[in-house]
């Protein structure tokens, strides 16, 4: 019914629906609800050059249409990484999109080496976490910190492997983040990470994460990663952005689309519907057809457009796809 491929630069998905980096770990266990292999692309949690054992409990806490989470990069490390989790997402025929994260420029060059000869779709350089212990190394908070990583991985990473750089949210100009990654040889860019966030436990008096704070993610923030998509297809219209921030439904998924992501990765939701992926892909498709579009692509950024461009759109549509009418005949 409705065309549902699209491309994050030089990468082609059958649809626009992947996770969320952190949200599934590799994919493995999000394989007993769907074939993983259907979704646009699977995102790995974030692999460091070491094994990690992340920040201290409790990691997560309840918050209102959202949750706050402080991991704290917990994960395997890229020996195991690439020894068991990606020859897995090989073999299941998933599209790898390796989330890579790093204390250090230096850590970040190691890993697009590691990665250089092995089945990776595109790397998502994750420059945003809020849960380093240093929050001088959320290196998406300055414009040249950012510049600084991108461009190494870029230098160090197969060049046929697209680089998306992971923005935060808690900036002033996101738009300026992004110019920058891009001046720097990123070939799109995923939008957001989460907002740094906290919560006070009522009854211990003291902040409810060991780590203190945490990053808040859910349906409370989709409007501050909606006005993110927005501002940074309007300053930089042609380069390629992955939405996401608390998408539950095909229906705000289609909010990202028109506001100018070409594609969507859905986290929180999983964690409550492990099937959400697909489901959101089928309802999208609905949401889509039903508003007269007849791919993912020509609503990317549709919402730029005037109402009468948006109107001229579809009178054109109607126009090549209505049958000749012999008005004579008709009257
Ligand atoms: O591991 C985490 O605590 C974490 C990461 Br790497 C990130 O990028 N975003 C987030 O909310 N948590």
Partial sequence: MVDMSTALSTLELPNPVLTAS?????????????DVSEIGAVVTKSI???????????????????MLNSIGLQGPGIDSF??????????HGARAVVSIAGSHTDEYVTLAKRLYHHPVAMLEVNISCPNVENRGQVFA?????????????????????????????????????????????????????????LVIDL??????????????????IRPVAVRCVWQVHQALPSVPLLGMGGIKTGRDALEFILAGASAVS?????????????????ELEAE????????????????????????????????????????????
Avoid: Y
Wanted: glycine share 8%; charged share 20%.
């Fill in 288 to 331: 889509l057809a039903a508003r007269g579009f007849q791919s993912v692509r020509e609503a990317i950024g549709f919402a730029h457009r005037t109402s009468s461009e948006q109107a001229e759109f579809f009178a054109a549509r109607i126009a090549t796809t209505q049958p000749d009418v012999d008005m004579e005949a008709t009257v």
């Fill in 266 to 282: 859905v986290g929180t939701v999983i964690f409550h519907d492990p099937s959400a992926p697909m489901r959101i892909a089928r």
């Fill in 22 to 34: 952190g949200c599934a770990a590799a994919g493995e266990e999000l394989n007993q609800f769907f």
């Fill in 82 to 91: 690439l020894a068991n989790e990606l020859p897995w997402l090989k073999a």
């Fill in 141 to 197: 908070c300055d414009p040249l910190a950012a510049a600084r990583v991108i461009s190494a991985v870029r230098r160090a990473a197969n060049p046929n492997v697209p680089i998306f750089a992971k923005l935060s949210p808690d900036v002033t100009d996101i738009a300026q983040v992004a110019r920058a990654v891009i001046e720097a040889g990123a070939d799109g860019i995923s939008l957001i990470n989460t907002l740094l966030g």
């Fill in 48 to 66: 460091m050059t070491r094994a990690r054992s992340g920040r201290p409990t409790p990691r997560m806490a309840e918050t209102p249409s959202g």
């Fill in 203 to 220: 009854d211990t008096l003291r902040p409810a994460l060991g780590g203190v704070t945490g990053g808040l993610s859910g349906p409370a």
